[in-house]
């Protein structure tokens, strides 16, 4: 069974940047899409990029395209989500999630097509 753990949260002004590592275990990371979600307080929790099984196809939501780039390491069992000129309102727990993929271009922004959650990381940013 494939569980994730995300790091590399903390506290960062605004402007400067983060790199979250997403690291999987109990399972081949390859057989599986990933995403990149954050919640915000008070807030729903919001997909904000996702990327396929063989890396083909990613996908950003408009509030970080251009600033954010998602990336993974299959032979690592890992993924990352870079974040550049990060702002105040992009504060929040950022979660890694990932669902079997049966394609290798599947990829999607939805909370519930994800079926397997990591713990969650605090990103704030704050001058």
């Known amino acids: 069974q494939l569980q994730l753990v995300e790091s590399g949260g903390g506290l960062v002004q605004p402007g400067g940047s983060l790199r979250l590592p997403c690291s999987a275990s109990?399972?081949?990371?390859?057989?599986?899409?990933m995403g990149w979600f954050r919640q915000a307080p008070g807030k729903e929790r919001e997909g904000i990029s996702s990327?396929?099984?063989?890396?083909?196809?990613?996908i950003y939501a408009d509030a970080v395209k251009g600033r954010f780039t998602i990336s993974r390491d299959n032979a690592n069992n890992a993924g990352y989500l870079q974040m550049d000129n990060l702002k105040p309102e992009d504060t929040g727990i950022y979660y890694c999630?990932?669902?079997?993929?049966?394609?290798?271009?599947?990829?999607?922004?939805?909370?519930?097509?994800?079926?397997?959650w990591g713990q969650g990381t605090q990103v704030t940013v704050s001058s």
């Open positions: 999630a990932a669902k079997y993929a049966y394609t290798s271009l599947s990829a999607d922004l939805a909370r519930n097509w994800y079926n397997t």
């Open positions: 990327i396929s099984r063989s890396g083909g196809a990613i």
């Open positions: 109990g399972t081949r990371l390859g057989d599986y899409a």
